[in-house]
T-cell receptor
Framework: GNSVTQMEGPVTLSEEAFLTINCTYT??????LFWYVQYPGEGLQLLLK?????DKGSNKGFEATYRKETTSFHLEKGSVQVSDSAVYFC?????????????FGQGTILTVHP | GAGVSQSPSNKVTEKGKDVELRCDPI?????LYWYRQSLGQGLEFLIY????????KSGLPSDRFSAERTGGSVSTLTIQRTQQEDSAVYLC??????????????FGSGTRLTVV
């Protein structure tokens, strides 16, 4: 079956530090890959996505590249801000005949200090 | 509407009571999903509706859980005889296509259910 494994947190960084949150997956077919973010007290928001190998998703300074050879979709940001403190979820929708059920990783809590 | 709307935002109920949670998806979205977010359990798929097709109920944890979607729009998740382990945030999401939601889902803010 499909699965997503995320780097366990929590992750604590100082402002302007470089961020990497690792994500690897197992899926049938050719999945679409997503990062969702959940800010404190808010619902899940789509941060970025990539639908095929070598695609790079980007938004708000965050980037992730779909690496089929390593089945990975690591999230990166060159300089984090306090406002980036949130829970980050890696997720996939499997290709093939799957209708599109999102499978999530466990989530990584990021805290950025001034 | 502009987004996925869920109600109530918070619900406290006594163990053994029934509860109904409501989701109003984005207008025109054909696919609707329910997930549960429990502390330490991550995000758990519950049920999926697509148009007039039979829903995929494979994620419902027990027969105390049921859901319906009327007129292809509003959905209600019902939990009968609630137990303390049902305490969680129940999230609803919709997407504009049933072929996979490959543009991602839009999530509501969730209903926080507490069973005391």
């Amino acid at each position: 079956g499909n699965s997503v494994t995320q780097m366990e947190g929590p992750v604590t960084l100082s402002e302007e530090a470089f961020l990497t949150i690792n994500c690897t997956y197992t899926a049938t077919g050719y999945p679409s890959l997503f990062w969702y973010v959940q800010y404190p007290g808010e619902g899940l928001q789509l941060l970025l996505k990539a639908t095929k190998a070598d695609d790079k998703g980007s938004n708000k300074g965050f980037e992730a590249t779909y690496r089929k050879e390593t089945t990975s979709f690591h999230l990166e940001k060159g300089s984090v801000q306090v406002s980036d403190s949130a829970v980050y979820f890696c997720a996939l929708i499997s290709g093939g005949t799957s209708y599109g059920k999102l499978t999530f990783g466990q989530g990584t809590i990021l805290t950025v200090h001034p | 509407g502009a987004g996925v709307s869920q109600s109530p935002s918070n619900k406290v109920t006594e163990k053994g009571k029934d509860v109904e949670l409501r989701c109003d998806p984005i207008s025109g979205h054909t696919a609707l999903y329910w997930y549960r977010q429990s502390l330490g359990q991550g995000l758990e798929f519950l049920i999926y509706f697509q148009g007039n097709s039979a829903p995929d109920k494979s994620g419902l944890p027990s027969d105390r859980f049921s859901a319906e979607r009327t007129g292809g729009s509003v959905s209600t998740l019902t939990i009968q005889r609630t137990q303390q382990e049902d305490s969680a945030v129940y999230l609803c999401a919709s997407s504009p296509q049933g072929g996979g939601g490959r543009d991602g889902y839009t999530f509501g803010s969730g209903t926080r259910l507490t069973v005391v």
